[in-house]
């Protein structure tokens, strides 16, 4: 599913980016892709992303 329709950036690209290289937020995000340099629609679809990605990850580490 496209996220950021203006950069073709995806949900997968930024679930990959939250659990590989630590991206916690936007800003983080934006350091690695275009994502929201344009309308700026896909910003708080693009943090609902990131923030499920650190609850999965969360869990699954009280768990292990
Ligand atoms: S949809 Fe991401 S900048 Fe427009």
């Known amino acids: 599913m496209f996220v ?6 995806t949900d997968k690209q930024i679930q990959t980016a939250a659990r590989e290289q630590g991206v916690g937020n936007v800003r983080d995000l934006k350091q690695l892709l275009p994502l929201g340099s344009s309308c700026g629609t896909c910003v708080q679809m693009a ?11 969360s869990l699954f580490k009280e768990v292990s």
């Open 4 to 9: 950021c329709v203006c950069h073709g950036i």
């Open 47 to 57: 943090q609902d992303i990131i923030n499920d990605v650190i609850i999965d990850e």
